[in-house]
């Protein structure tokens, strides 16, 4: 019983390490794209925008997943991923105090720059994606 205590308090403090480390890897694209686009932009704001972006379209994708499936509506799931993308763009426009260009602007900037980093971290041998 101890060890499996141990090791399940090992594996959730390794779980959050590892989360923490994500979302400040996934906030530097949204900080840099921010810095372009707003005044407002700094790196504490870029990762409440990240957390508040995902937890917003996690909620909003849900919702629609679940009456999807409970209609048998599979095109409630695409709805669910297009008012998902609008609910962190109202997220990026609330923290950077920005219009809905503006924060539309920061999602594309952010896009784009992760695809850059990703480019050349494969070039240096470094891989962050792995797609199966």
Known sequence: MHLIVHTTLAS??????????????TSIP?????????KHS???R???????GLIIF??????FYIIGAAIRFPLLTALGLLFGFIGILGVF?????T????????????FVITIIIGIILAFLGIIIIHFL
Do not use: D
Request: aromatic share 16%; glycine share 10%; net charge positive.
């Open 12 to 25: 959730t403090i390794l779980y959050v390490i590892g989360f923490i480390i994500a979302w400040i890897i």
């Open 30 to 38: 949204v900080w840099l794209a921010s810095k372009a686009v707003s």
């Open 42 to 44: 700094s790196f504490p």
């Open 46 to 52: 870029a990762m409440l925008a990240t957390l508040g």
């Open 58 to 63: 996690a909620i909003i994708f849900g919702i």
């Open 93 to 97: 426009k609330a923290i950077f105090e």
């Open 99 to 110: 219009g809905w260009g503006g924060a539309f602007l920061i999602a594309l900037l952010a």
